[in-house]
């Protein structure tokens, strides 16, 4: 089955750091693009940050600065590291894959999702 997984979230207080996860199986990893959005409740979902198969790294304007990706081919994982989290950074997380070219930060380019996890970020 073609799967993603993300886990490591939870509730951190502002200014502080988190590093999300999300493994893959089921497929070539190599060969895909892999995205982490996030929606917050009652706010249209959100594209956080993509590495894609290339290499390149595309990040969020609300996150940037902040939130560092990187890509693990070799265990088919993808970290992002989050740093000076505040409570707008409260939501659910995504990790997501998509081939070929993007719009990469866009959900409607991504064919395989995972379930999320939560991060909240308390004042």
């Known amino acids: 089955d073609v799967q993603l997984q993300a886990f490591g979230g939870g509730l951190v207080q502002a200014g502080g750091s988190l590093t999300l996860s999300c493994v893959a199986s089921g497929f070539t990893f190599d060969d895909y693009s892999i995205g982490w959005f996030r929606q917050a409740p009652g706010k249209e979902r959100e594209g956080v940050s993509c590495r894609s198969a290339d290499g390149s790294t595309y990040v969020g304007d609300s996150v940037k600065g902040r939130f560092t990706i990187s890509r693990d081919n070799a265990k088919k994982m993808i970290h992002l590291q989050m740093n000076r989290l505040n409570p707008e950074d409260t939501a659910v997380y995504s990790c997501?894959?998509?081939?070929?070219?993007?719009?990469?930060?866009?959900?409607?380019?991504?064919?395989?999702w995972g379930q999320g996890t939560q991060v909240t970020v308390s004042s």
């Open positions: 997501a894959a998509g081939s070929g070219l993007g719009p990469y930060l866009e959900s409607r380019y991504y064919d395989v």
